[in-house]
């Protein structure tokens, strides 16, 4: 009979001892090892993380096989997924390959497909191969395995949507749901780094909630994004600025709310030192979402400070309730969403 391990996979921390697998600067990825409440999982793609990939894609100066192999040193070394400069990972979709004996009660069989909803920088990784880079998703399709704790969600992959489509709208699930959850009625929005895949879906989210008394506006660097957005019809407004300065943010988001702060802004974007922009629109007692992984919270606390601002700012948790559901259902409710989503991320 198997070893039980630990809920949160403890038992896989090989340094330094003590913390949570998160944490942990290497983890144990034998996958000869079995333990009762693990499962292993074939992987057949990892959707590495926006920030982290755009990190580990300049680092190689674009060469994808320089990036694949900066991807298999880095799990070689520390038995997971974890950007060493980002502390970011990403998710996987695969294969389940065996349930430990006390998670047999679950949904789930042995060869069932599923995606990852917690992070690659928690989760003991394999690879034994890189098959194929794609820059332009920030996805790499391997063969290895992965483990997923007790304490692991997961969501089985739909029916109605092929496993591409699926897994890049479920690499950004939080976003979508706390974008549901966050504003109210009549509420204004700001979204930074509209044009991505969390920044369209929260907006569509955003926009059913504040309803027509509200509005949501979306900022984007490249005025030649603006015509599509506006099509997409997931924002009311949508300006240009760049998100490393704040200022020109400010004066563009504020034209666009007759003059007024924001209830609430919703950072997307994959660059560094944009904090400022998300922050400066908002209203004191508004709320400051930060679901982008290139967030340094230090400059965060400290900029919210030095301005003065009281505001609530919230780390970008990619876990609430039903998130998984919420976000497919984006696609599935929103034609025009899906079919950007089948072009440019399958």
Not at 51 to 56: G, K, L
Not at 176 to 191: C, F, H
Not at 213 to 226: D, E, F, I, T, Y
Not at 243 to 271: F, R
């Amino acid at each position: 009979m198997a070893i039980k391990g630990n809920k949160y996979g403890t038992h896989r921390v090989i340094e330094p001892k003590g913390v949570l697998t998160q944490a942990a600067w290497k983890i144990d990825n034998d996958m000869t090892k079995r333990y009762s409440n693990e499962i292993i999982c074939d992987v057949i793609s990892l959707n590495v993380d926006s920030a982290s990939f755009t990190q580990i894609e300049e680092a190689c100066g674009g060469d994808e096989q320089k990036i694949g192999e900066m991807i298999m040193g880095i799990v070689a070394e520390r038995g997971k997924q974890q950007n060493p400069v980002t502390g970011s990972g990403g998710m996987f979709i695969g294969k389940v390959a065996y349930i430990g004996e006390d998670l047999k009660d679950r949904d789930l069989k042995v060869g069932d497909k599923i995606a990852s909803l917690v992070s690659l920088s928690l989760t003991p990784l394999k690879i034994e191969k890189i098959l194929a880079v794609h820059k332009d998703i920030d996805r790499v399709d391997i063969v290895g395995q992965a483990v997923l704790f007790e304490s692991g969600i997961y969501a089985k992959l739909p029916d109605d949507m092929s496993e591409p489509l699926a897994l890049a709208a479920l690499d950004v699930a939080g976003a979508p749901a706390q974008a549901r959850k966050l504003p109210k009625e009549g509420d204004s929005v700001l979204i930074l780094g509209a044009n991505g895949k969390s920044g369209v879906l929260c907006g569509y989210e955003a926009m059913k909630k504040v309803g027509p008394k509200g509005n949501v506006v979306g900022v984007v660097r490249n005025p030649a994004q603006v015509p599509a957005l506006m099509e997409l019809g997931v924002y009311n407004k949508v300006v240009v600025a760049s998100a490393t300065e704040p200022i020109s943010v400010l004066e563009a988001a504020l034209a666009a709310n007759d003059g007024k702060e924001y209830d609430i802004s919703i950072s997307c974007v994959n660059v560094e030192a944009c904090e400022m922009s998300a922050i400066l629109p908002v209203r004191d007692d508004g709320i400051v979402y930060f679901f982008s992984m290139a967030t340094s919270f230090t400059r965060a606390a400290l900029g919210a400070e030095g301005i003065g601002k009281d505001v609530t700012m919230i780390v970008g948790n990619g876990y609430t309730k039903d998130h998984a559901d919420i976000t497919l259902n984006v696609l599935r409710e929103n034609p025009k969403l899906r079919e950007l989503f089948d072009k440019k991320y399958c």
